[in-house]
Each structure stands twice: as C-alpha cells, then as structure tokens.
C-alpha cells in the first residue's frame, strides 16, 4: 500500500473520507510490520531559560517555586539536562538535541509531537499559551526531513481542548493498547480520535494525585516497557481499577505506590542502548524510590536501570526523566 501521498484533508465529503481510511489503514498496517515498543534514539531540548512555568501551576501539582534567581536555576538545569543526556549516550542511546528558547520554560519537555514507526509525525494541542510557543519552525522542519505529518490536532486549541502527546498517551506498542487519564491537559474526545486515527485501542480512565486533584499527565501514573508495566494503581480511581488491568494482561505489573510515583517512579521510559539491549531509564530521585524487590521484577526485563539525577528540573518543572525524551522511530 502506497502512503507517501496520501493526507487528512476536510472539506471534502467522499474523497476525504476515502483518503482518511486509507491513512488509518496505512497508519496501522506499516506500524504493526515494524512493531517494537522501544527505540534506540530519541530528541531531547536544552532548556535556553528554565524556572516554574506559571502558566503551568495551575494543574501540575508537582512543581514547586523555591524563587530563586532564574539564572541560577537554568545554570542547574542545563548541567542536569546535559549529564541525562550525556549518561544516555554513554549508554548507547543516540541522542538528537535542539535548543531550547529562552521563552519558553519548559521547552525541556517535548511533548507537542511524537513520531511513529510508519514514518508519520503527529503534533499536539496544548493547554498553556507558552507551550503553544515551543512547536518552533526550525524544530517542526527538522522532523520534516525524517517524517511525513500524519495528524495535526493543533486547531482544537482555539476550543480550549489539549492532549499533551506522550503525556497524554501511554502506548502500549506492541499490543496496540493506549492510556489515557482524564485531566485539564487530557481531552476524551481527542484521545478517542487520535486511537481512531492510529488504530490503537484506548484505556481511558480518571486519576487522583496526592492533592485529590487529577494527575496532570497519564506519564507520571505509568509506564510500559516490553513485557511489564510500572503503574500506581492508588492513583487510578477505583472504579477504573478492574478496566486498567484488563488491558495490562499479559505484562507483569510491578505496581507503584502514591509517595514512589511523587518521586517520578512512573516518569520511566525503556530504551535500547548498546547491541539493542533494553534499558530502563528514569531520575535518581526515582531509582531512590524503587524497592529492591520492584528493581529485581524489572531487571527480568531489562539489561540496566540507566539513572541521572535531575532535581532541579524535577522541582521547578514538576517533570522527569521521561517527561524530558521523545522518541524518535
């Protein structure tokens, strides 16, 4: 099947309709020839200016202003950036780094596109005006020169309506499964039209943090590497409880609790490093966190636990490890 000139167009009853199916066929059918749930190289942004995103606030209940002089906290956060990325590296993983712009603070978390193993790219609606800011052109022409745009959600912003890509959509990519957890950043309809779109199978469901609020991405709740998940169930409302491991059948769960996932322990992101092998990656803060017992069930999976200690960024941006890396297929 042939894809490379194929686009989602409106406007155009039947021969729109015609050509969106057969973008979702070509999503589909290319993805599962190719499936694999991790990659071996990945985008990280340097941060130009880094400090408590006020705009973000409001529904991260994570991030924390110790006020300190913002020069001093980019300093930090740029030597925290740079040992991740450099521990990643050394690890095997191929690292791409743009740069981050100066207004834009948490350009350091880039998830406003993701790319996919078909070749397509998708870009995100997002809540805060200044995150809007982050899809810069240079960054959008550099993912030109790779993949083809696929899917372009950006006009629901002008509706108030967001889905934060890999905050928004935990895949699971091998069993075509997607997670989604309601939230200001989480839109259901969007989510349910972007598994429409993709040909995933979408697992939507609510969440209370520490503050009884929503958890502000599904990525801090969980994570999925290849044959296992790390989640906390406590953070999943109950009545959801029975739907969640549902769809996690057949992956050993090795579950979280709420004080370990305020410690980013669901923030973790499997990679592949030297010869393919498979590494798990997250923050020291959350390598910290994990018991023994939870760090063995993971090591069934993966070669090493690969860690870097980000603290400053975790407390002013109220992100981690996984939060700071799109993955490139």
Same mark, same amino acid.
């Given at each position: @099947?042939?894809?490379? *000139?194929?686009?989602?167009?409106?406007?155009?009853?039947?021969?729109?309709?015609?050509?969106?199916? &057969?973008?979702? +066929?070509? #999503?589909?059918?290319?993805?599962?020839?190719?499936?694999? &749930?991790?990659?071996?190289?990945?985008?990280?942004?340097?941060?130009?200016?880094?400090?408590?995103? !006020?705009? $973000?606030?409001?529904?991260?209940?994570?991030?924390?202003?110790?006020?300190?002089?913002?020069?001093?906290? $980019?300093?930090?956060?740029?030597?925290?950036?740079?040992?991740?990325?450099?521990?990643? %590296?050394?690890?095997? %993983?191929?690292?791409?780094?743009?740069?981050?712009?100066?207004?834009?603070?948490?350009?350091?978390?880039? *998830?406003?596109?993701?790319?996919?193993?078909?070749?397509?790219?998708?870009?995100?609606?997002? %809540?805060? /005006?200044?995150? +809007?800011?982050?899809?810069?052109?240079?960054?959008? /022409?550099?993912?030109?020169?790779?993949? +083809?745009?696929?899917?372009?959600? =950006?006009?629901?912003?002008? &509706?108030?309506?967001?889905? /934060?890509?890999?905050?928004?959509?935990?895949?699971?990519?091998?069993?075509?499964?997607?997670?989604?957890?309601?939230?200001?950043?989480?839109?259901?309809?969007?989510?349910?039209?972007?598994?429409?779109?993709?040909?995933?199978?979408? %697992?939507? #469901?609510?969440?209370?943090?520490? $503050?009884?609020?929503?958890?502000?991405?599904?990525?801090?709740?969980?994570?999925?590497?290849?044959?296992?998940?790390?989640?906390? @169930?406590?953070?999943?409302? !109950?009545?959801?409880?029975?739907?969640?491991?549902?769809?996690?059948?057949?992956? /050993?769960?090795?579950?979280?609790?709420?004080?370990?996932?305020?410690? #980013?322990?669901?923030?973790?992101?499997?990679?592949?490093?030297?010869?393919?092998?498979?590494?798990?990656?997250?923050?020291?803060?959350?390598?910290?966190?994990? =018991?023994?017992?939870?760090?063995?069930?993971?090591?069934?999976?993966?070669?090493?636990?690969?860690?870097?200690?980000? !603290?400053?960024?975790?407390?002013?941006?109220?992100?981690?490890?996984?939060?700071?890396? &799109?993955?490139?297929?």
């Amino acid at each position: @099947m042939q894809c490379d *000139n194929m686009s989602h167009q409106a406007n155009k009853p039947v021969e729109s309709s015609q050509k969106t199916l &057969q973008t979702r +066929r070509c #999503f589909g059918i290319l993805a599962r020839m190719r499936k694999k &749930q991790s990659t071996r190289h990945i985008v990280m942004i340097e941060p130009g200016e880094f400090y408590a995103n !006020p705009e $973000t606030m409001d529904t991260n209940h994570y991030q924390i202003d110790e006020h300190e002089a913002i020069p001093e906290v $980019t300093r930090r956060a740029i030597a925290e950036f740079r040992g991740l990325r450099d521990t990643l %590296v050394e690890a095997g %993983v191929l690292v791409t780094t743009w740069k981050g712009h100066r207004t834009c603070p948490d350009h350091v978390f880039p *998830n406003w596109f993701s790319t996919h193993s078909d070749g397509g790219y998708v870009l995100y609606p997002m %809540v805060n /005006e200044n995150r +809007r800011a982050e899809r810069s052109e240079e960054m959008i /022409e550099s993912l030109e020169k790779g993949y +083809r745009l696929r899917l372009d959600l =950006r006009e629901f912003e002008s &509706q108030g309506r967001a889905l /934060e890509s890999n905050g928004s959509l935990c895949q699971d990519r091998i069993n075509y499964k997607v997670f989604s957890a309601l939230s200001r950043r989480t839109d259901p309809e969007l989510a349910e039209k972007w598994a429409r779109e993709t040909g995933y199978e979408l %697992v939507l #469901f609510e969440t209370r943090s520490h $503050t009884g609020k929503p958890v502000y991405h599904v990525d801090i709740v969980m994570f999925i590497g290849t044959g296992y998940a790390g989640v906390c @169930m406590e953070a999943i409302l !109950p009545e959801y409880h029975g739907l969640v491991r549902a769809a996690l059948d057949g992956l /050993e769960v090795v579950e979280l609790t709420m004080d370990q996932m305020k410690h #980013f322990a669901g923030n973790s992101l499997e990679l592949l490093g030297h010869d393919n092998e498979k590494i798990l990656v997250m923050s020291g803060t959350a390598c910290r966190a994990l =018991r023994d017992d939870q760090k063995e069930r993971l090591l069934k999976h993966v070669t090493k636990i690969v860690w870097s200690d980000i !603290p400053t960024i975790e407390t002013y941006g109220g992100g981690s490890a996984r939060c700071m890396i &799109q993955e490139l297929y």
